[in-house]
């Protein structure tokens, strides 16, 4: 069974840092695909990152490009977001979600932006509050 647990959010000021970690069981690490998506009161889920774990391919989406990085750990099975400069707009739940065989996802990221809908299991989140 598929499972997906995110830790590292919490209460930060605008301009601080926080790594954000989803911690993988039940798929084969090697060969997954993995997104970090947010989704804040009122709005639409938007994606940040995405990582192909064969090989450590990343993507970045425009809004959040150069304040965030996505990384792998695959002897821990963990995907981490490191988020920087945060501002109040951050504010909102963070999920991981992951594709088991992340092949078909890689590769469509090459034609467009990975969706929510690429990623069948999903974590429950956790919230980062960015105060001014």
């Known amino acids: 069974q598929v499972h997906l647990v995110e830790s590292g959010g919490g209460s930060v000021q605008a301009g601080e840092s926080l790594r954000l970690s989803c911690r993988a069981s039940?798929?084969?690490?090697?060969?997954?695909?993995m997104a970090w998506f947010r989704q804040a009161p009122g709005k639409e889920r938007e994606g940040l990152a995405a990582i192909y774990n064969k090989g450590g391919n990343t993507y970045y989406y425009d809004s959040v490009k150069g304040r965030v990085t996505i990384s792998q750990d695959t002897a821990a099975n963990t995907v981490y977001l490191q988020i920087n400069r945060l501002k109040p707009e951050d504010t909102g739940m963070y999920y991981c979600g992951v594709e088991v065989d992340g092949m078909g996802t890689f590769v469509a990221w090459s034609f467009r932006p990975p969706k929510s809908t690429d990623f069948t299991h999903w974590g429950l989140g956790t919230q980062v509050t960015v105060s001014s």
């Open positions: 039940g798929v084969d690490f090697s060969i997954s695909s």
